[in-house]
């Protein structure tokens, strides 16, 4: 029996053009799993400490590699909880472009932000057209509390909207197909 590896899924769903993401945390979860594609399935990684959990969907762009080669990460903001593994389309809405890493050392670690699209009319299933400052605020300090909390310096260095978004995807579908060419 053919195993599939739900990472080697294209980044694009080719018939809406939306993001493929994979749910690896729910919406109020406080449990985050990391998939690992060596064994094809999902791992406890880490839990949160109790009062703590994750206020969207948690989850990775499909084949693709962010700076801390990792695929990309993407939360999705629903009113509904997913499952892990669960395959999303998304609408991007922007990007919470950041650097992350312990010790001082800090590597490239973007946070993509979209809403979940309708898997029969590819439409959003929240009307959102932009990121809420507020709510870009508050993602902002939910990873840096996330981030303190293992010992890891999270720094936000900006939000990005419009092309950006899609030139951060670009670029990680780029890094993830240098990274099997070799």
Avoid: W
């Avoid at 749910?23 to 949160?48: H, I, M, Q, S």
């Avoid at 990309?72 to 890493?101: I, M, T």
């Amino acid at each position: 029996m053919a195993v599939r590896d739900i990472s080697r899924i294209p980044a694009v769903d080719k018939s809406s053009g939306a993001p493929n993401v994979i749910v690896e945390t729910p919406k109020g979860g406080r449990t985050k799993f990391k998939y690992d594609e060596k064994l094809n399935l999902f791992k406890f990684d880490k839990a949160l400490p109790f009062g703590h959990s994750f206020p969207f969907q948690f989850g990775f762009l499909t084949s693709t590699l962010g700076g801390d080669g990792d695929p990309l990460d993407l939360l999705v903001l629903s009113d509904e909880p997913a499952f892990v593994g669960c395959l999303v389309l998304g609408k991007l809405l922007g990007a919470l472009q950041a650097e992350q890493g312990p010790n001082g050392t800090k590597v490239r670690n973007d946070r993509l932000i979209a809403v979940p699209v309708d898997a029969k009319t590819y439409k959003p299933v929240h009307p959102a057209k932009k990121l809420d400052t507020s709510l870009v605020s508050d993602i902002t300090k939910l990873f840096v509390s996330y981030n303190q909390m293992q010992g890891k310096e999270f720094k936000p260095l900006g939000t990005a909207g419009g092309k950006r978004e899609m030139e951060i995807v670009q670029q990680g579908i780029k890094r993830a197909r240098e990274k099997t060419k070799a």
